[in-house]
Each structure stands twice: as C-alpha cells, then as structure tokens.
T-cell receptor, first 114, second 109 residues
Framework: DGGITQSPKYLFRKEGQNVTLSCEQN?????MYWYRQDPGQGLRLIYY???????QKGDIAEGYSVSREKKESFPLTVTSAQKNPTAFYLC?????????????FGAGTRLSVL | LAKTTQPISMDSYEGQEVNITCSHN???????ITWYQQFPSQGPRFIIQ???TKVTNEVASLFIPADRKSSTLSLPRVSLSDTAVYYC??????????FGSGTKLNVKP
C-alpha cells in the first residue's frame, strides 16, 4: 500500500511535555508538510521540507520543531513552548514539481492536553 | 501572496449540480489551481487540478476563464456523501500553501 502514515491517531500531552508526531511516506516524494487544523477552521502551515536535510518555517512555526533526516520521514515535535497545542495535525507530501504540486495527506493526529 | 476567496458555505439537494467559485486575483503565470475535499477528522483529498479553460475527471469539472482570476468547481448530481469542505488552492512558488477556511457544502436529501 502506498501512502502517508501518521501516528499515533490520538495523543495526549501533559503540561511542560514535548511530544513527537510521526509522519512516514512511501510515495518517494521529495516534499513534505505539516499543517495544523483547529475546529471549524482551515489548514495552517507549520513547517515544510523540499528535500532531505532542509526545511522551512510556515506561518505558525513557533512552538514546533521538525527534522528531515530521511526522505520518507518528517516528524513534528510539539514543544512545551506551544501553549495551545490542542488541534488536529495533518502531514502531507508531494512530488515537489513546481508546476503541478498535488499534496497527498495522511489521516491526521489529534492532540489534546491533559 | 496569491490567496483565495471562497463562499463560506453552500446548501444543495441530492441530484443537483453544485458550482463553487473561487477568486484568486493575484495568481501568477506559472500557478496551477487545485481543489481538495475534506471530510470531518480526515485529511484533505485531491479532487482536480487545472491551468486554464476546462478540465474534467470522473468526479468533477474545473472551469477557468481566460484571465485565470477565478475558477469554478462543478460537482454533477451531488449525493449526501458529497457533504464536505472544499478548498481551492493556488500553488505559488512552491512556498506557502494557503488553504483558507474552504467552502462547507451541505447536501440535503
């Protein structure tokens, strides 16, 4: 099965704790993205990566960190500096073709604060 | 930034054709227009993409006028399962993608 796998599906964070959301793809895509979605809202870009070992901040990067050590993996860490982390987190990937950049999404991780 | 503007919500009945229009006044020459569908608690799913004129696939059609400052997603004969949020995106410079709030389509029986 080709696609994007996010884990876990549900995650709970305690105050002051860092948590890491996993995103793996076997589509051989160069580009990967992390979005945050709050209830009733659209998606907001947190970080994106065009190639391995490179990533760029999106619109709401504060309180988050990422790494891109392997082409197929783009984990997102929600740090204790993110004071309002409760949201639905979506990972996506794309070929990175500048002209026709179609993104494919995972099933999402729902993060809540205990 | 080539941000997009869409209606917040639309209502329709089963079997009707639904047209959702998106404005993107600042679209650049190289930008494509892409539409996604999202169901609650799921990731968005690609529907259709186009550059100009008309594109059709098995689920939808996309109409783009010559000036490319807007586009219209057409869903033929909608069913209850088409109730979802629809997002219009303009891919600008492989940089930041602006999903906005999308259009919430409610299909009634």
């Amino acid at each position: 099965d080709g696609g994007i796998t996010q884990s876990p599906k549900y995650l709970f964070r305690k105050e002051g704790q860092n948590v890491t959301l996993s995103c793996e793809q076997n589509l051989n895509h160069d580009a990967m993205y992390w979005y945050r979605q709050d209830p009733g809202q659209g998606l907001r870009l947190i970080y994106y990566s065009q190639i391995v070992n490179d990533f760029q901040k999106g619109d709401i990067a504060e309180g988050y960190s990422v790494s891109r050590e392997k082409k197929e993996s783009f984990p997102l860490t929600v740090t204790s500096a993110q004071k309002n982390p409760t949201a639905f987190y979506l990972c996506a990937s794309s070929t990175g073709n500048l002209a026709k950049n179609i993104q494919y999404f995972g099933a999402g991780t729902r993060l809540s604060v205990l | 930034l080539a941000k997009t503007t869409q209606p917040i919500s639309m209502d329709s009945y089963e079997g009707q054709e639904v047209n959702i229009t998106c404005s993107h006044n600042n679209i650049a020459t190289n930008d494509y227009i892409t539409w996604y569908q999202q169901f609650p608690s799921q990731g968005p799913r690609f529907i259709i993409q186009g550059y100009k004129t008309k594109v059709t696939n098995e689920v939808a059609s996309l109409f783009i006028p010559a000036d490319r400052k807007s586009s219209t997603l057409s869903l033929p004969r909608v069913s209850l399962s088409d109730t979802a949020v629809y997002y219009c995106l303009v891919d600008y410079n492989f940089n930041k993608f602006y999903f906005g709030s999308g259009t919430k389509l409610n299909v009634k029986p």
